[in-house]
């Protein structure tokens, strides 16, 4: 069971993906939000039928304190419309300094279009670190 990774932007849309065994993310192409959400959603809804992902995660700007932000509040409205339009579990999870890790990662020589996705894999690969921690410690 795949999981998609979703860096929501009002520039792009990074994306991540988990393989089958759900231990490693890697990027895959953003996509250029231009403004038309129903657009963005048909292509995403087409995405996660092609992948077949089971879970959606979305990352949600709330920093360190955990207070709504404009972005925040407006990601949540995209989620409730996500939600409506596949069949996938979607969920939000904190993206706090997820940017800042994917430029440290790339570097400043990399394309600026990636930063997006590779936020995406970043917020990916700590949630499935995470979740087999968990998984572990029920055992």
């Known amino acids: 069971m ?24 890697h990027r895959i192409e953003p996509i250029v939000n231009f403004k038309d959400e129903k657009e963005l959603l048909i292509k995403l809804a ?4 092609f992948e077949q ?3 959606i995660i979305i990352g949600l700007p709330l920093g360190v304190d955990e207070k709504d932000t404009e972005m925040s509040k407006k990601i949540q409205d995209f989620v409730q419309i996500l ?13 706090t300094y997820t ?6 990662n790339l570097g400043i020589n990399k394309s600026i279009k990636s930063i997006d996705s590779e936020s995406a894999r970043i917020l990916l690969q700590e949630y499935l670190d995470d979740k087999k921690l968990r998984e572990e410690k029920k055992v």
């Open 2 to 25: 795949k999981i998609l990774s979703i860096d929501y932007g009002t520039k792009r849309v990074g994306l991540a993906l988990s393989d089958e065994t759900q231990t490693f993310a």
């Open 46 to 49: 087409k995405l996660i039928e």
């Open 53 to 55: 992902a089971a879970e």
């Open 83 to 95: 939600r409506t339009i596949v069949k996938s579990n979607v969920k939000t999870v904190n993206e």
């Open 99 to 104: 940017t800042r890790s994917a430029y440290s």
